[in-house]
């Protein structure tokens, strides 16, 4: 499947889908959340706006890594310490642009905005999937 443009409006679709309902619905919050991240940007929104939705971001990020990874934990997902890993790559990136931004050393681009709204799409997409058809082969919904 192509991934979105930076551009392009980020909307949750079935296509997406992990066919886990609580994962789902995380998900579809967490696309929400850089769907409105991008419409402040484009709105021209003010840095204190900004500031405070990439902060939503970043602490969304972090609960929903933190459920997932109990919800793997708890059914001993045999791929857990690589889709840890990757979760936690990008809390620290995350992070960083939270301080860059605040500090000023970070200008919110269309790159960044690019990079989350990839990396989001090929996660949930690659990663997330594999989990979701595990779970499911599990009976877990
Ligand atoms: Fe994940």
Redesign the pocket.
Known sequence: MALSSPLAPFVWKPAYSVQIRSMDAQHAELIRIVHDLQQAMAGGRAKDVLHSILERLAAYTRDH?AA?ERLLRQHAYPNFDS?KA??DRLVATVAAYVSGHQSGRIALSVEVLGFLKSWLEK??LG??KQ?GAYLSSRGVS
């Open positions: 890594f997932e889709h990757e979760h996660h949930i990663l997330d989990y």
